[in-house]
Nanobody, 124 residues
Framework: QVQLVESGGGLVQAGDSLRLSCAAS????????MGWFRQAPGKEREFVAT????????IYADSVKGRFTISRDNTKSTVSLQMNSLKPEDTADYYC?????????????????WGQGTQVTVSS
């Protein structure tokens, strides 16, 4: 069983930056790919970014490529999402997720454990 707790959300203006963090406990963090997903009001949950178990490979949604960076620290069991050049359309609840695989995947069905989410609001 893996517990995930996100932090770092908030209200920012367009063009600002935020760094989301996710702390994991229990289970085998270092053997799991980790992902970030988001869900805007009235919309379905969508993939944002994922990183392989050892951090060698990352995948990003086209909408955030070049602006967001996912990273992880297996010694601290944390995964982060650095978000730069934020846009109003980035407004959503952001969720950290732990996969059952070491390989990064954008399909949310590959993820076994989810955090409670942290809210990001970007004003124009």
């Amino acid at each position: 069983q893996v517990q995930l707790v996100e932090s770092g959300g908030g209200l920012v203006q367009a063009g600002d930056s935020l760094r989301l963090s996710c702390a994991a406990s229990g289970g085998t963090f270092g053997s799991r790919a980790m992902g970030w997903f988001r869900q805007a009001p009235g919309k379905e949950r969508e993939f944002v970014a994922t990183i392989s178990a050892f951090g060698w490979r990352t995948i990003y949604a086209d909408s955030v490529k070049g602006r967001f960076t996912i990273s992880r620290d297996n010694t601290k069991s944390t995964v982060s999402l650095q978000m730069n050049s934020l846009k109003p359309e980035d407004t959503a609840d952001y969720y950290c997720a732990a996969s059952g695989s070491a390989q990064p995947m954008g399909d949310d069905k590959a993820y076994d454990y989810w955090g409670q989410g942290t809210q990001v609001t970007v004003s124009s």
